[in-house]
């Protein structure tokens, strides 16, 4: 696009000098490296931007101003993810890069452009107790992958992990298993044999070259399928053996990488590595933290359903406390917001919704970390304000490793071994670590132990170093 085409099609200008000032943009945009074919768009976002705003000088534009606008941008669900990161990209780039607006400075631009662009599927995890088993196998399998008998032995195993309170990953897990178990057969449920299943624990360890730990949970979804639904007892023959056990070792980072890691990062996503580091919980386990469960009297914050169905205690980091407790302020307007025009609800687990009607529109149940967007849900119609979507976070602290020059696989996950290692060197506890990383067994933690930097006994010195 020319720039004598952008002034014709401009709805407003930008301001004093608009040819001078659409040339400046045009070229902090090449500068930036955004590919030629996508300038006309950011130039039409900016176009609306400019238009929400008639007559005013941009630098004067204030903070809750431009929150309210981007919050009206993520409200458009028809728009996809991309769209709205562009869109956010656009205004980014005239506000902060070419005006200097001072507002705009202190503005969570990742948020809006990543975190909160993603919207969560029924399918996810937290919402997939809301779709019934048959609804949930329609959308995994294929109706010409099973026949109807294999489809129900399916959903009545299905019904069956629900009535146990088994988690939705087991469910899914397990429901996975069972559906590439009976295809490799090709028999009916009740047709199957151990020998049937011995034959295909052995396909994917010698064909698919699985790990020992995925072969033991294709194991555990086919005892369980055998039991509960076929039940008989799923007996593998004496000379059956699984693969061998092996050991791996968690990926643990240093102090000072932990430290370049969180600097690589920025805004909330900056915040929620921090906790993630400061606290040991799971990636899932903040992503659906609530309001509530954080406790800045007591320092500490309740995780609950955390793996096992179990609640636990973590410490509250006083590093975090001052940016948590901005976040949360930050999330309280944002809340406000969403009531003015009209009751926004937030998912609750099992039948808490029956039984605590006006819970869902109570600032208390609201998640800590809320997407920008706001769902519908096609079946009852309300407006929803789920939490981000993890894979954001997840893509996050991959680009920041990268930035930061850690030669080391990391991941969320990462970050809770880094946590638990870091505890045991200061000298804690063995027992302590475990209640605080929510294990059932001690021997899960004791793993740590193997890559201690000082474990319990002074450090072993290298021959070569004598």
């Given at each position: 696009?020319?720039?004598?085409?952008?002034?014709?099609?401009?709805?407003?200008?930008?301001?004093?000098?608009?040819?001078?000032?659409?040339?400046?943009?045009?070229?902090?945009?090449?500068?930036?490296?955004?590919?030629?074919?996508?300038?006309?768009?950011?130039?039409?976002?900016?176009?609306?931007?400019?238009?929400?705003?008639?007559?005013?000088?941009?630098?004067?534009?204030?903070?809750?101003?431009?929150?309210?606008?981007?919050?009206?941008?993520?409200?458009?669900?028809?728009?996809?993810?991309?769209?709205?990161?562009?869109?956010?990209?656009?205004?980014?780039?005239?506000?902060?890069?070419?005006?200097?607006?001072?507002?705009?400075?202190?503005?969570?631009?990742?948020?809006?452009?990543?975190?909160?662009?993603?919207?969560?599927?029924?399918?996810?995890?937290?919402?997939?107790?809301?779709?019934?088993?048959?609804?949930?196998?329609?959308?995994?399998?294929?109706?010409?992958?099973?026949?109807?008998?294999?489809?129900?032995?399916?959903?009545?195993?299905?019904?069956?992990?629900?009535?146990?309170?088994?988690?939705?990953?087991?469910?899914?897990?397990?429901?996975?298993?069972?559906?590439?178990?009976?295809?490799?057969?090709?028999?009916?449920?009740?047709?199957?044999?151990?020998?049937a299943v011995a034959a295909?624990?052995?396909?994917?360890?010698?064909?698919?070259?699985?790990?020992?730990?995925?072969?033991?949970?294709?194991?555990?979804?086919?005892?369980?399928?055998?039991?509960?639904?076929?039940?008989?007892?799923?007996?593998?023959?004496?000379?059956?053996?699984?693969?061998?056990?092996?050991?791996?070792?968690?990926?643990?980072?240093?102090?000072?990488?932990?430290?370049?890691?969180?600097?690589?990062?920025?805004?909330?996503?900056?915040?929620?590595?921090?906790?993630?580091?400061?606290?040991?919980?799971?990636?899932?386990?903040?992503?659906?933290?609530?309001?509530?469960?954080?406790?800045?009297?007591?320092?500490?914050?309740?995780?609950?359903?955390?793996?096992?169905c179990k609640d636990r205690?973590?410490?509250?980091?006083?590093?975090?406390?001052?940016a948590l407790r901005r976040?949360?302020?930050?999330?309280?307007?944002?809340?406000?917001?969403?009531?003015?025009?009209?009751?926004?609800?937030?998912?609750?687990?099992?039948?808490?919704?029956?039984?605590?009607?006006?819970?869902?529109?109570?600032?208390?149940?609201?998640?800590?970390?809320?997407?920008?967007?706001?769902?519908?849900?096609?079946?009852?119609?309300?407006?929803?304000?789920?939490?981000?979507?993890?894979?954001?976070?997840?893509?996050?602290?991959?680009?920041?490793?990268?930035?930061?020059?850690?030669?080391?696989?990391?991941?969320?996950?990462?970050?809770?071994?880094?946590?638990?290692?870091?505890?045991?060197?200061?000298?804690?506890?063995?027992?302590?670590?475990?209640?605080?990383?929510?294990?059932?067994?001690?021997?899960?933690?004791?793993?740590?132990?193997?890559?201690?930097?000082?474990?319990?006994?002074?450090?072993?010195?290298?021959?070569?170093?004598?």
């Amino acid at each position: 696009m020319t720039n004598r085409t952008i002034q014709k099609s401009s709805v407003a200008t930008l301001p004093a000098e608009p040819y001078s000032n659409w040339q400046r943009y045009l070229d902090l945009l090449e500068r930036r490296q955004v590919p030629a074919r996508y300038r006309r768009w950011y130039v039409r976002h900016v176009e609306g931007f400019l238009a929400a705003f008639p007559g005013r000088r941009l630098k004067e534009i204030s903070r809750d101003e431009l929150l309210d606008y981007l919050a009206r941008l993520a409200q458009d669900s028809r728009q996809p993810a991309w769209q709205l990161r562009q869109k956010v990209d656009a205004i980014r780039l005239l506000l902060v890069d070419l005006v200097g607006n001072p507002a705009a400075m202190t503005v969570d631009w990742g948020y809006w452009a990543e975190l909160g662009a993603k919207e969560i599927p029924l399918a996810h995890p937290t919402l997939a107790r809301e779709l019934p088993p048959e609804a949930v196998l329609r959308k995994a399998v294929q109706p010409e992958d099973l026949p109807p008998q294999a489809r129900e032995a399916v959903i009545e195993m299905l019904r069956i992990l629900r009535t146990r309170h088994y988690s939705i990953r087991t469910e899914s897990a397990y429901r996975d298993w069972v559906v590439r178990f009976l295809a490799f057969s090709g028999c009916t449920p009740e047709a199957v044999t151990s020998e049937a299943v011995a034959a295909f624990l052995s396909h994917l360890a010698v064909e698919r070259r699985v790990s020992r730990s995925t072969q033991r949970q294709a194991l555990n979804a086919l005892s369980f399928f055998f039991r509960h639904v076929l039940k008989r007892e799923l007996e593998l023959a004496d000379d059956f053996r699984p693969a061998r056990t092996g050991r791996r070792l968690p990926v643990v980072l240093s102090r000072e990488e932990v430290a370049r890691l969180l600097e690589a990062l920025e805004g909330s996503a900056q915040l929620m590595a921090g906790l993630l580091y400061g606290t040991g919980m799971r990636l899932m386990e903040l992503i659906r933290l609530r309001v509530q469960d954080v406790d800045f009297d007591r320092q500490m914050i309740v995780v609950r359903d955390g793996k096992g169905c179990k609640d636990r205690v973590v410490p509250l980091p006083q590093r975090y406390q001052e940016a948590l407790r901005r976040h949360l302020a930050e999330r309280r307007r944002q809340f406000e917001r969403d009531q003015i025009d009209g009751p926004v609800s937030v998912y609750l687990p099992e039948a808490l919704a029956r039984k605590y009607p006006n819970a869902a529109t109570d600032w208390r149940w609201q998640y800590v970390f809320a997407s920008a967007r706001l769902s519908l849900d096609p079946r009852s119609g309300q407006r929803r304000r789920h939490h981000i979507h993890e894979n954001t976070l997840q893509k996050a602290i991959h680009k920041a490793a990268q930035k930061a020059a850690i030669p080391k696989r990391v991941n969320c996950h990462a970050l809770r071994h880094s946590f638990a290692t870091h505890l045991l060197e200061a000298g804690y506890d063995i027992r302590t670590v475990q209640e605080l990383m929510g294990h059932a067994d001690v021997s899960t933690t004791m793993i740590y132990t193997h890559v201690l930097n000082k474990p319990g006994l002074p450090p072993v010195i290298s021959p070569a170093d004598f």
